[in-house]
Structure formats: C-alpha cells, structure tokens
C-alpha cells in the first residue's frame, strides 16, 4: 500500500507551521496543504522551502480569514473583508465569485515558486455539489491530483464517475481526528486499510501559539496529533506492513 499522510492547514500559523515540520520530519507526515490567506503564509513558505521531501499543495479557503481578490462581495462580510463562517456559508455565494476567488488563490501559490502537489479545500467545501464542478475544473486546468472524500459528502456520488482524468487516492479516511486521533485508531486504519492501492490521511498536527488559539477551535488536539504522527509506535507499524509513504507528486 502506499500512504499519503496529508497535514492540513499549513499557514495558519508559524505554531501550526512548525508542527506540521516537526510531523514530517520526525515522523510520518508527506503531505501538507498551504492556506495562502493566513498569518503563517510566508513562514510556511520558507520552511516548505527548506523541506522540499514535503509535498505541498493548495488548501482553498472560502470560511476562514479575508478573501485574496477583489470584488467578491457574495463571499465576504463587507464590513470586515472576512469569509462567511462555515456556518453562514449561503446557497447565494456566487459560484463565479468563488472560481475569482480560488484563482487568486492559486496564482498567490504559484507566485512562491513551489511546485503544487495536489488541491484540497478548508473544511471540504470544494464538496459541496455546488462548488465540484469548480474545483474539478480548476484540477484538470493545473493538471494536479484533487483529495477527496472517497463519495461526495453530499450526493454520494464518486468522484471518478465525474472525471476520468483527475487523479486521487483509493481511499481517503478523515476519521483521524478529535476523539479518534490516538495511536490505537491510527494503527487500525493501517491495519484495516493495507490490501487497499493506495490511502490518504488527514491529520491537523501543530504546536500551540497566540494566533492558532484565535483562529480555530481545535487547538489542542493538533498537539496530541503531533505526538502520535510522531511515535515510535505508530512508525514501527508502518514499517511492520510495509507501507511505503508517498506525496502527492508520486500518485500514479
């Protein structure tokens, strides 16, 4: 089996930054995925840089921090320039608005020289069967692999029964969170998984500062995370059933 284990929200900030190095580094973390909006944008660059073993791919924001283009008055409160929430998200966010959007994004990503491994979205938005065709579009625009919940979270259908030419793993598992992320769950996804092709992992590791406490509710866990991505015991598994890691660059 080859495993992508993909940290999110890289850039969020320079704590979150650091533990999702310290999570590749010295542990089993390959993969991460960059939110070009955030405080830690330019210290995410600089370490990915530094690291260049960590695939980096884009994390599309459209419920966190403040928009990159102009002129996207569906998507923002206009007092503040900040994304809706999750929550407030609206069935009236113009699907245009958001292709604006998304495409800023991508150039401000593409302007830092790093190669984009792959496409994913802050709290899976790009799911929305409003916004799939969007982003789908953008991945083959970009020739890059987009991660996906193995069925459309919303309509159930699967994705390769859209597009035959965007690439993704057999099996994504975004049950490694919160209450689940220990090292008994993680060593039974491995388990449970390894006759399958290839599996990715969605992880959130970080070490704890000032502005990851005020831009998220999940704090910390992301330190709990980091210590089990790191573990001895979570490596000697992998390493016991032969699961080779992999990025996103190395999916075929």
Avoid: C
Avoid at 68 to 86: P, R, W
Avoid at 159 to 165: D, Q, S
Avoid at 184 to 195: G, I, R, T, V
């Amino acid at each position: 089996m080859k495993l992508i284990v993909n940290a999110d929200d890289f850039g969020l900030s320079k704590g979150v930054n650091y533990g999702i190095i310290e999570a590749h580094r010295s542990g089993i973390v390959t993969s991460t995925t960059l939110m070009v909006n955030m405080p830690g944008f330019s210290s995410a660059v600089a370490l990915a840089k530094e690291n260049p073993s960590l695939g980096v791919g884009i994390h599309l924001v459209l419920t966190a921090g403040q928009s990159i283009a102009e002129n996207v008055s569906s998507l923002t409160d206009q007092k503040t320039n900040n994304f809706y929430k999750k929550e407030d998200y609206s069935e009236k966010v113009l699907v245009t608005e958001v292709e604006k959007e998304w495409e800023a994004q991508i150039q401000q990503f593409k302007q830092t020289g790093l190669s984009m491994t792959h496409i994913d979205s802050h709290h899976h938005v790009h799911m929305n069967p409003s916004l799939l065709p969007l982003v789908l579009k953008l991945a083959e625009k970009y020739q890059v692999p987009l991660r996906q919940s193995h069925h459309d979270l919303n309509t159930g259908a699967k994705i390769e029964e859209l597009t035959p030419t965007v690439r993704h793993t057999t099996n994504f598992d975004a049950g490694f969170y919160a209450s689940e992320a220990t090292v008994e769950k993680l060593n039974q996804l491995l388990q449970s998984y390894q006759a399958v092709e290839s599996l990715e992992i969605a992880t959130h590791p970080a070490f704890i500062d000032n502005d990851l406490l005020a831009l998220s509710s999940y704090t910390k866990k992301r330190l709990d995370e980091l210590d089990i991505l790191t573990s001895n015991e979570v490596k000697n598994k992998i390493a016991s059933l032969g699961i080779e890691r992999i990025n996103y660059s190395q999916l075929t």
